[in-house]
Nanobody
C-alpha cells in the first residue's frame, strides 16, 4: 500500500506562486507514475500534470508553461511548482500514484492511478 500526503496549499494572489508537495510512504514510488489532479467546486476532477519513472512529463494545456512537476526519488516526494496562478486554478489539488502507464498521454487518465491523497486546497484571489 502507498499513502500519499499533500501539502503546500494556501491562499495566494493572482500572479503568485505556490509549490505543492506530495510525500509518499508505505513503499517507494520511484517506479510509479505520479500525477496531480484538481477539483473545483461543482466541477469534475481534472488532470493537471504527471511524471513517469523516467521523468517524462505531461501537462494539461491550461497549465503548460506555468506549472512544473518534478520528483525526488530519494525523498519519495513529488512536487508541483505553480507560477503565475490564476483565479481559475483555485481547487483542491490531489496527488496520485499508479503503475507504469501504456503511454505518456495515458497519465492524464484518473483510472491509471491506484493511490490518491486527501488533497490540499489552493485558493487564488483576483
Amino acid at each position: 500500500q502507498v499513502q500519499l500526503v499533500e501539502s503546500g496549499g494556501g491562499l495566494v494572489q493572482a500572479g503568485g506562486s505556490l509549490r505543492l508537495s506530495c510525500a509518499a510512504s508505505g513503499r517507494t514510488v520511484s517506479t510509479y507514475a505520479m500525477g496531480w489532479f484538481r477539483q473545483a467546486p461543482g466541477k469534475e476532477r481534472e488532470f493537471v500534470a504527471a511524471v513517469n519513472r523516467i521523468r517524462s512529463t505531461y501537462y494539461a494545456d491550461s497549465v503548460k508553461g506555468r506549472f512544473t512537476i518534478s520528483r525526488d526519488n530519494a525523498k519519495n516526494t513529488v512536487y508541483l511548482q505553480m507560477n503565475n496562478l490564476k483565479p481559475e486554478d483555485a481547487a483542491v489539488y490531489y496527488c496520485a500514484a499508479g503503475s507504469t502507464p501504456p503511454s505518456i498521454a495515458s497519465m492524464a487518465r484518473a483510472g491509471q492511478y491506484d493511490y490518491w491523497g486527501q488533497g490540499t486546497q489552493v485558493t487564488v484571489s483576483s
